[in-house]
C-alpha cells in the first residue's frame, strides 16, 4: 500500500527548484526506503530521499513542482473561508503549518481541524501560522469554519491543483486524497513533511514538536 | 444508493415529515399519518411511537413462520449433504474446519450488512428498505427486540437465506462446501437472535446464552451496547462480535466510508450529529408518552 502511494508521488524533480539532491541520497532508492512512503499510520519524510525515480507514469506528463524537505514550497493564491485571497507569500517571515486534508465535515478532517484549533495558542507561541487547504469551495469552509469555530484560515484548492502542484500523495490506489502537512520556515523552504491519514491528530504533535525544535 | 437525509440537530423539526406510506411490515412499527406541520412546531400526536409490549407488528404470523420454515430447511439440507458427503468420502477434519470459517465469517458478514443498512439508504430504498427502516427504529427503541417473537424477528433473513443457499445445494455436493455454507448461513439467519439476546438482560436470559456470551461465541451485552451509544459507529458484528474489534481497531468502516463518500459523494449517517429519530428513547420515557 505505501509503495502505491509513492508511484502517486513520482515526479521528475523539478527544473525549476535550484536546491540539489543531497549526497547522502544518491544511493537510496526512494521506492525501498521506508522513509519517503506515504503511510496510513504516520510517516515523517524529514529525511527522506526525494531523488525519485521516474515512473512510467510521470515520464508521460508534464514536470510537477514537488514539495519536500529542503526545497522552496511554491507560492500560490487561494480563497479563504472568507472569500477573500490569500497568498502563500503573504506568511514570509515565520514558520507556516500548511496541512492538506480531504474534506470538510468528514471524521478525520474534524477530528485534525479541532486539534489544530486547540493547540493554535502552541502555535502561535511558537511564530507559526496555521494554513488548512482542501478541495472544498468556500462556502464549505465557511460552514466548517463556524461550526468548529477554527481561528486559522482554511484555503479552497479547487480542483486540487496546489495539491497536485505540492505532491501530496493519495491513499487507497487513489481512492481518497492524502493527509499531508508541510512545515514552512520563515523563508518558504519545507522542513518537514508529515503524512497520516488515519491519525489526524498526530499531526499536530509532529509539527508542534518539529517547530520547537527548530 | 439514495442520499440519505443528514441528521442534523438544527433540522429535527424538518425531518419529522409526513409519511407517505402505512407500514405494514412486521419488522418496524407503524407511523400514522400526520398532517403537515409547520417547522417551527412540533406536534406531539404525531411523534412516532414505539410498538406496544403486545402490538401485532411484534407478534409472528404464518408468513413469517413459512419464510423461517423455509430458511431451516434449506440449511439443514445443506447440512445433511454434508454429512452425507462426509460420511460417503470419509472426510471431516475438512468440512468441520470449512463449518468454523462459515461461523466466523458470518460475524464479519453481519457486521459489514449491518453497517451498510444503518449508514445508507432508507425506507424507499428497493429490497433493503423495510430492514433499513427497521433498524433505524431498532435504534431509537432498541429493548423492542427483545420482544419480538422468533419467526418475526429472523422471517428476513430466514428468506434471504432460503433463495441464497437453495440453489448451492441444488448445485453442490461437496462437503466441505456444504459444511461452509450451511454454517455460514445458519449464523446469518439466526444473527437477529443472538442480536435479541444481547439486548437481553442477564437475568432474564437462558444460563447456556448468558454462558456463550461471556465465552465470546456470542455477542456479548457490553459490546453490542457501545454500538448502541454515540457516535454509532463502531461494533457492527452481531454474530459472535469477534471481529469488533478488528474491524474498528483497523478503522475498516470509516476507510469504507470515506472511499464511498469521495467516489459516490454519499455520506454515512454515522457521520453527522443523530436527530431525535435516531437517538434512544429510554423505555419508560418512550411508553409513558403512551399513557
Known amino acids: 500500500m505505501a509503495s502505491i502511494s509513492l508511484h502517486t508521488a513520482h515526479s521528475f524533480p523539478s527544473s525549476l527548484h535550484t536546491q540539489t539532491p543531497k549526497p547522502a541520497l544518491s544511493h537510496n532508492l526512494p521506492i525501498l526506503s521506508k522513509s519517503s512512503q506515504s503511510q496510513f499510520h504516520g510517516l515523517k519524510l524529514s529525511n527522506s530521499s526525494h531523488l525519485s525515480v521516474p515512473s512510467p ?9 514537488k514539495v519536500s524537505e529542503g526545497t522552496q514550497a511554491p507560492s500560490f493564491t487561494l480563497k479563504d473561508q472568507n472569500g477573500s ?3 502563500l507569500s503573504k506568511f514570509k517571515g515565520k514558520p507556516v503549518v500548511v496541512y492538506f486534508y480531504p474534506a470538510d465535515e468528514t471524521p478525520g478532517c474534524t477530528k485534525q481541524a479541532c486539534a489544530f484549533r486547540d493547540s493554535y495558542e502552541k502555535f502561535k507561541k511558537a511564530g507559526a501560522e496555521v494554513i488548512g487547504i482542501s478541495g472544498d469551495d468556500t462556502s464549505s469552509h465557511k460552514a466548517f469554519a463556524e461550526k468548529y469555530k477554527l481561528p486559522f484560515t482554511i484555503l479552497s484548492d479547487e480542483g486540487n ?4 502542484d505540492w505532491g501530496v ?9 492524502g493527509r499531508q502537512t508541510y512545515v514552512l520556515d520563515k523563508n518558504g523552504v519545507c522542513r518537514l513533511v508529515y503524512n497520516n491519514q488515519f491519525q489526524p491528530e498526530k499531526h499536530i504533535d509532529e509539527t508542534l514538536k518539529f517547530l520547537k525544535s527548530i | 444508493m439514495a442520499i440519505l437525509p443528514q441528521r442534523h440537530p438544527s ?3 424538518n ?3 409526513p409519511p407517505t406510506r402505512i407500514h405494514t411490515s412486521t419488522t418496524a412499527p407503524p407511523r400514522p399519518r400526520r398532517p403537515h406541520s409547520s417547522p417551527l412546531t412540533l406536534d406531539p400526536a404525531a411523534t412516532p411511537r414505539p410498538p406496544l409490549p403486545n402490538d401485532p407488528t411484534l407478534r409472528s404470523n404464518w408468513s413469517h413462520r413459512a419464510w423461517l420454515a423455509s430458511g431451516c430447511t434449506t440449511v439443514l439440507i445443506s447440512l445433511s449433504k454434508s454429512v452425507d458427503a462426509a460420511a460417503a468420502s470419509h472426510t471431516y477434519l475438512e468440512p468441520i474446519l470449512a463449518a468454523l470459517l462459515g461461523y466466523v465469517l458470518a460475524d464479519l458478514a453481519s457486521g459489514v450488512y449491518h453497517w451498510g443498512i444503518d449508514n445508507y439508504g432508507g425506507a424507499e430504498t428497493p429490497v ?8 433505524q427504529g431498532h435504534h431509537r427503541w432498541p429493548w423492542t427486540i427483545t420482544r419480538r417473537q422468533f419467526a418475526n424477528n429472523l422471517h428476513a433473513l430466514a428468506r434471504a437465506v432460503a433463495f441464497t443457499v437453495t440453489p448451492i445445494n441444488l448445485a453442490c455436493g461437496d462437503a466441505t462446501a456444504l459444511a461452509f455454507v450451511a454454517a455460514c448461513s445458519g449464523c446469518i439467519m439466526f444473527s437477529q437472535q443472538s442480536h435479541a439476546w444481547a439486548h437481553t438482560t442477564r437475568s432474564k436470559l437462558p444460563p447456556l446464552v448468558a454462558a456463550l456470551q461471556d465465552g465470546g461465541v456470542l455477542v456479548s451485552r457490553s459490546q453490542h451496547a457501545a454500538h448502541h451509544r454515540a457516535p454509532y459507529n463502531n461494533n457492527y458484528c452481531i454474530v459472535s462480535g469477534a471481529w ?9 468502516f470509516e476507510i469504507m466510508e470515506m472511499v464511498i463518500f469521495f467516489k459516490f459523494g454519499v455520506r454515512p449517517r454515522s457521520w453527522t450529529e443523530p436527530n431525535t429519530g435516531w437517538v434512544e428513547e429510554a423505555e419508560a420515557e418512550a411508553t409513558s408518552l403512551l399513557s
Open chain 2, 15 to 17: 425531518q419529522i415529515a
Open chain 2, 128 to 135: 433493503f428498505g423495510a430492514q433499513i427502516d427497521a433498524f
Open chain 2, 11 to 13: 433540522r429535527i423539526l
Open chain 1, 161 to 164: 491543483k496546489v495539491r497536485k
Open chain 1, 57 to 65: 507514469v510521470s515520464a508521460k506528463s508534464a514536470v510537477v513542482a
Open chain 2, 244 to 252: 469488533n474489534e478488528v474491524l474498528d481497531a483497523s478503522k475498516f
Open chain 1, 85 to 87: 485571497s490569500v497568498s
Open chain 1, 169 to 177: 500523495p493519495s491513499d487507497l490506489f487513489g481512492a481518497l486524497p
